[in-house]
């Protein structure tokens, strides 16, 4: 199959939240000729009841494969496989039955949180309500996008996180819970003293890049310095991933 992003198909008035695929050989195919995929926002930490969850089932079951992503690289609950014609009925549902709406496109992505306060000790902050206040807030512009290129926001909830890799490199908008204080960051075990890698070491570095411009200047605290040693300042590291 082939994929066509947001525009090609979609709901009346929606920019997003359908992503279009086509067979490229619906003659030797006619059953997945057309086989679109729908995103939905997911609830804040991803929590759910089993009601929810078997009722969206049972919507999607006679309207497309039955089959799901839960979640998706975006972070949404992903239906894999549906036709054009499903597409309105499914929508229709989906709001007036469920009170769920469409989830993003490519150039926004669906709010994400972490559980916080509700399952961590260490959680400064409650997170399912930023995320859906903030949710309201960017609705129009998810479904209607202004931004021309990706842009994600995903907030977890603890002042010293153990950050995703991809999360900061993928979201532009991410906010990585920090403290300034090396004592308090010590207190997670999955939260280590910043290190550089064995091989990024002085013989030959500065041959191969330019470390003050490429690394060090880039550093958004200014924790590091360049003394053929390069020093990290643990204590005013925020964990950028930079």
Known sequence: THLKHGGIVGVLGYGGGIIGRYCDRPDLFPAIAHFHTVRINQPASKYYTTEVLR?????W?????GLTNMHGSTGDIVLLGTT?????PLFYELTHEMGMDLAVRSNLRTLKAVWGMSRCEWSSILFQDIIYDLTWNIRMRSIAPCFRTSLNSSLPAVPATAWHLLRVPTAPSSEPGVTRSASIRKLFALTLPAKL???????GTE???HINAEVINLCPPSAWEWDA???IWDEDCTRCMH
């Open 55 to 59: 009722k969206l089932c049972d919507l």
């Open 61 to 65: 079951a006679p309207r497309g494969s």
């Open 84 to 88: 054009t014609d499903n597409l309105e």
């Open 197 to 203: 890698t064995p091989h990024a070491g002085a013989g």
């Open 207 to 209: 041959k191969r890049i």
């Open 229 to 231: 040693r390069t020093p």
